[in-house]
């Protein structure tokens, strides 16, 4: 992976630097806000910005995903999230779940663990905000959201590594 | 000091107040609109509005004095917290441990003039001390306006610049209080004493933040603006009273809540409290202008007025010298440097404290920071083409070559 220099911004956040192949310095301004920056540096003075273009954090998404988001998609896999006692977690759902195969409906996630679905993930492609009539399949990966003991148990359920003797 | 509320209940004087009030800040939001106009901070013109005013001026203000001077005190307890608010508590801890060096350049370049000053007037050494003060720290305020309005927020040595107000304002968190504890005079002993005290809960205060900024937070926040705004401001007031008690100086107290303040806390007050610090900051600097006596400015106008040349250089060399160390290129350096030569708000809370000491002090504080919140943005403007001069285009050419692109900024986390 390119060599990325995080530096931090008092106040603002923090900027991600990278130097192209070609030479040209390209940071990522991270402000504390959600706010995203864009800069191109200039190739005369390697120090000024030559372009900067604010983003908000629905743009920086899409330019993101317009860039090969799915690569990102991968790393966030390994991350949770905490935010004021609300984690978020990606998780594949394993074939040997119990819950594999079952609508959201049958599967009563919310009612046995507390935890709700945000999302599927299948072959690349998002099920955004799932229906009770959507499947979960094998191999989905699915974006959760709880409190961290609800969302423990649900992880557990999806995880299952043989039939689980969950009621 | 009349108690306003009772002023304005007796009758006749009520209109008098509201008049008086209303036509100064009228008059505030007239300078306000010029400055921006021009594209200048307001901060110089608040000061000369107030300087035309009050001890020495045209026309004293009645009944508005009162309001004034409760309103000033205020306007100096909100520019901390919000100042505070914009930083949280370990990204002070982590740019006070890596940034030490060049906050120490800074400590000992631009203290130092407004110290030697002070010393030659025959001043009394705490006095020559804030002068000092005064000198050393540039105006976070119109420096990270400036960055804004000029588009340099992405500029590569846009990071040395902030952490240079980071690390000044935390020597504020000492500074402040060791002043005011030597204000209080007393023994040598017992000044010791107190000095030690106030560093300490300085200190305890910050780590506070640091340990429990998270869940005061959650436990101020509220999804109504209402009971939000009257929480933080309250708590601010409290925990400043307190600092103030404890001869800690409320401004650091309030800088503090600020810090520890995070998350949602932080991001909605910031929203709520940026008109009333707005209001009362012009408030502070209309009240420091009465305060001081436009008669003593002729005899103090070419000191302060070298004062600033001096110290405008010295902190251009601060900042060129911090750039560097961080990889930056000869334009780079000079872009820092200038951005750092704005004073303001900070330099007169300082000189605020020290009025009663020395009376020149407060006017040739008020002349130096008139100068150089005028002259130091346009200095910063003007880098670039400052940098393509003959004579500058020499300095510093020999390390870095411009068309190469440095290797990026300052030690950090690889990845």
Redo the contacts between chains.
């Keep these: 992976m390119t060599e990325l220099t995080e530096t931090p911004m008092p106040g603002l956040g923090a900027r991600w630097d990278m130097v192209t192949r070609s030479r040209r310095g390209v940071a990522v301004i991270s402000h504390q806000t959600g706010r995203r920056d864009l800069v191109i540096y200039g190739q005369e003075d390697p120090d000024a910005a030559a372009a900067s273009v604010e983003l908000t954090t629905d743009e920086a998404q899409t330019l993101a995903e317009l860039l090969g988001g799915s690569r990102i998609v991968e790393r966030l896999d390994a991350l949770a999230h905490q935010l004021h006692g609300l984690l978020i977690e990606w998780v594949t759902v394993s074939p040997a779940s119990p819950l594999a195969g079952q609508t959201l409906a049958d599967s009563q996630v919310r009612t046995r663990t507390g935890a709700s679905i945000l999302a599927l993930i299948r072959d690349g492609e998002a099920i955004p905000s799932p229906g009770a009539d959507d499947v979960i399949m094998a191999a989905d990966t699915a974006v959760i959201v709880g409190d961290p003991a609800a969302v423990t148990k649900l992880t557990a359920l999806f995880d299952a590594t043989g039939p689980l003797s969950s009621k | 000091m009349q108690p306003v509320l009772s002023a304005a209940s007796s009758g006749a004087d009520a209109g008098g107040l509201l008049l008086e009030l209303g036509a100064i800040i009228l008059g505030l939001a007239v300078v306000a609109r010029i400055a921006r106009r021009i594209g200048l901070t307001p901060i110089p013109f608040y000061l000369i509005g107030g300087l035309a005013f009050g001890t020495g001026g045209l026309a004293d203000l009645g009944a508005a004095e009162g309001f004034i001077e409760v309103g000033a005190e205020i306007g100096v307890i909100l520019m901390l917290l919000m100042l505070g608010l914009?930083?949280s508590a370990e990204?002070?801890v982590?740019?006070l441990r890596r940034s030490a060096p060049a906050g120490g350049v800074d400590l000992v370049l631009n203290f130092a003039p407004g110290l030697a000053l002070g010393l030659l007037l025959g001043w009394d050494p705490l006095a020559a001390a804030m002068l000092g003060g005064v000198t050393y720290i540039s105006s976070s305020g119109v420096v990270?306006k400036l960055l804004a309005d000029l588009?340099?927020?992405?500029?590569?040595?846009?990071?040395t610049v902030?952490?240079l107000?980071?690390i000044e304002d935390l020597v504020m968190v000492l500074y402040l209080p060791i002043v005011a504890s030597l204000l209080f005079g007393g023994s040598a002993t017992a000044t010791v004493i107190t000095v030690a005290v106030a560093a300490g809960a300085a200190i305890v205060l910050l780590l506070t933040a640091v340990r429990y900024g998270e869940r005061l937070s959650?436990l101020v926040f509220s999804g109504s603006s209402e009971v939000l705004l009257l929480s933080l401001f309250g708590i601010t007031l409290v925990v400043a009273g307190l600092a103030e008690r404890i001869q800690l100086s409320a401004a650091v107290g309030a800088f503090l809540v600020g810090v520890a303040l995070s998350?949602?806390a932080a991001?909605a007050g910031r929203a709520l409290l940026l008109p009333l610090r707005n209001l009362f900051a012009a408030v502070f600097f209309v009240f420091f202008g009465l305060q001081v006596d436009p008669s003593l400015i002729p005899d103090v106008a070419l000191l302060a007025g070298g004062l600033a040349l001096v110290t405008a250089v010295t902190k251009v060399v601060t900042g060129w010298w911090a750039a560097k160390q961080a990889g930056?290129?000869r334009?780079?350096r000079l872009?820092a440097g200038s951005a750092l030569i704005a004073r303001g708000e900070f330099s007169i809370v300082i000189a605020t404290l020290g009025v009663g000491l020395e009376p020149g002090l407060g006017a040739l504080s008020a002349t130096y920071v008139i100068f150089l919140a005028i002259l130091g943005p346009i200095v910063t403007r003007l880098s670039?083409p400052i940098a393509a001069l003959p004579g500058i285009r020499r300095i510093g050419r020999d390390r870095v070559s411009?068309?190469?692109?440095?290797v990026?900024?300052?030690p950090?986390?690889?990845?």
């Design positions: 914009e930083y990204e002070l982590r740019n990270a588009n340099r927020v992405g500029n590569r040595e846009t990071p902030l952490t107000l980071v959650s998350g949602e991001s930056i290129a334009r780079g872009r670039d411009e068309t190469s692109l440095p990026p900024s300052l950090t986390s690889h990845r």
